[in-house]
């Protein structure tokens, strides 16, 4: 999915993050089910990761609590209310959504990309105001993009215009945000810019993240509550440091592992990771 920014809608620091709950969420493409009956909750302030197998419905679960998908039945509750249900402008004043697909025009600065992330402000009678200005600035500032704000965002590293998307989600000001694969296609050097970029505007700007991510090891080290899914199901959710174990990680990739805590950090790190024997037919 191609997207050019997502809705948000200017929400003060001192208001409470919104809560984000899926309740008997049902999703289908076509007539294909790919999550049947889910229940989860994100926390609030906190950071989820939704981990799991190719094809196990982390994308699609995403799309349905960000509104993109309507689910088949069940309900996305926002505030305790139908998602659904609420005008776009409601929900726009507290979610979020970078997918994992991003696009912009050729030429595109980084000032110009984040200043997008405000365009639900203007209208006729809702021009750019002082608001608006201190809200990209300080949204450049979160995502440490002073100094590049004219920089074209195809010079920049993978990281850089990474960081470049997440601050214009930043300057809708959403409580919520929710990130589609956030580190797909970078290097290690660069994911881990965005990694702590995601755990700053945790940590230090209190908002609630939800993020898709494939790498176990680095959902471990940087959410607060780990989402295990399997065929359109979640199969546990909890810190990571309480329900990470062998046997779990065999269910969700077939393969065995040990587990230690990380010296440094004390989040689960895997270990010895080898391939789960098979029995091997030649015919």
């Known amino acids: 999915m191609n997207a050019f920014f997502s809705p948000g809608i200017e929400q003060t620091e001192s208001q409470q993050c919104a809560p984000l709950a899926a309740k008997a969420l ?41 509104r993109v ?63 608006d200005q201190y809200a990209v600035r300080k949204a450049i500032r979160a995502a440490d993009l002073e ?19 997440i601050a214009m989600a930043v300057a809708q000001a959403t409580p919520l945000l929710l990130l589609d694969e956030p580190t797909s296609a970078l290097d290690l050097g660069h994911q881990i810019e965005v990694f702590e970029l995601i755990r700053h505007l945790s940590r230090d700007h209190g908002k609630t993240l939800a993020m898709v991510v494939h790498d ?4 471990c080290r940087y959410a607060d509550h780990l989402v295990a899914m399997r065929d359109g199901e979640i199969i546990t959710q909890g810190a990571p440091g309480e329900i990470l174990t062998p046997d779990l990680v065999h269910r969700l990739y077939g393969v065995h592992c040990d587990i230690l805590p990380d010296p440094a950090t004390g989040s689960p790190m895997l270990v010895n990771v080898r391939r789960a024997k098979r029995s091997l037919s030649l015919g």
Not at 40 to 59: D, E, F, M, W, Y
Not at 76 to 81: A, H, K, M, N
Not at 148 to 164: K, N, P, T, Y
């Open 216 to 219: 176990l090891l680095s959902a």
């Open 147 to 165: 100094g590049m704000e004219e920089r074209v965002l195809d010079e920049l590293s993978g990281g850089q215009r990474q960081r470049a998307w």
């Open 69 to 131: 998908l309507k689910p088949r039945s069940g309900s996305i509750l926002l505030d305790g209310r139908d998602i659904h249900r609420e005008p776009a402008r409601e929900v726009a004043r507290k979610l979020a959504l970078l997918p994992q697909e991003t696009s912009a025009p050729e030429g595109m600065t980084v000032s110009d990309l984040v200043r997008f992330g405000r365009q639900p402000h203007q209208g006729w009678l809702n021009q750019w105001s002082e608001e």
């Open 26 to 66: 049902t999703v289908a493409h076509g007539q294909r089910v790919i999550i049947d009956g889910l229940e989860l909750q994100l926390p609030k302030g906190k950071i989820t990761a939704i981990v799991g197998p190719n094809g196990c419905g982390k994308s699609t679960l995403l799309n349905a609590l960000s």
